[in-house]
């Protein structure tokens, strides 16, 4: 199973909305059972709240409920859980690289690297 952990400052935009996402695309391409995807935070400022209530409408008109998701901060063990650590951008990436310096399994990108933009 590949385990997929999206990035953001606060998680409550950005990354639920690359995770739900993500999740429905790999539900739609019928191989969601390879999967396991998850969001979280960079900072502790919202753990605890539900997704932002413009980005919650904009997965809803997409067909995709997230009310049970609440913003919760990355922890040390989430980089031996996960195979990918995806930021959102440059800010979350300097984060991460200061929580997770060695990062010696190259875990860490930002999410446009995968459509070949830095």
């Given at each position: 199973?590949i385990k997929v952990l999206m990035i953001c400052h606060?998680?409550?935009?950005?990354?639920p909305m690359a995770e739900f996402i993500m999740k429905?695309?790999?539900?739609?391409?019928?191989?969601?059972?390879?999967?396991?995807?998850?969001?979280?935070?960079?900072?502790?400022?919202?753990?605890?709240?539900?997704?932002?209530?413009?980005?919650?409408?904009?997965?809803?008109?997409?067909?995709?409920?997230?009310?049970?998701?609440?913003?919760?901060?990355?922890?040390?063990?989430?980089?031996?859980?996960?195979?990918?650590?995806?930021?959102?951008?440059?800010?979350?990436?300097?984060n991460l690289k200061l929580m997770f310096p060695n990062?010696?399994?190259?875990?860490?990108?930002?999410?446009?690297?995968?459509?070949?933009?830095?």
């Open positions: 199973m606060g998680n409550i935009c950005r990354s429905q695309m790999v539900e739609q391409r019928g191989i969601a059972d390879k999967f396991y995807i998850e969001s979280c935070a960079t900072s502790n400022e919202e753990v605890g709240n539900p997704v932002y209530p413009p980005a919650k409408q904009v997965l809803q008109s997409r067909g995709i409920n997230c009310s049970a998701k609440r913003a919760r901060r990355i922890t040390k063990g989430d980089y031996d859980r996960f195979d990918y650590i995806v930021c959102m951008d440059s800010n979350n990436l300097r990062d010696n399994g190259k875990k860490i990108s930002k999410i446009l690297s995968f459509a070949g933009i830095e």
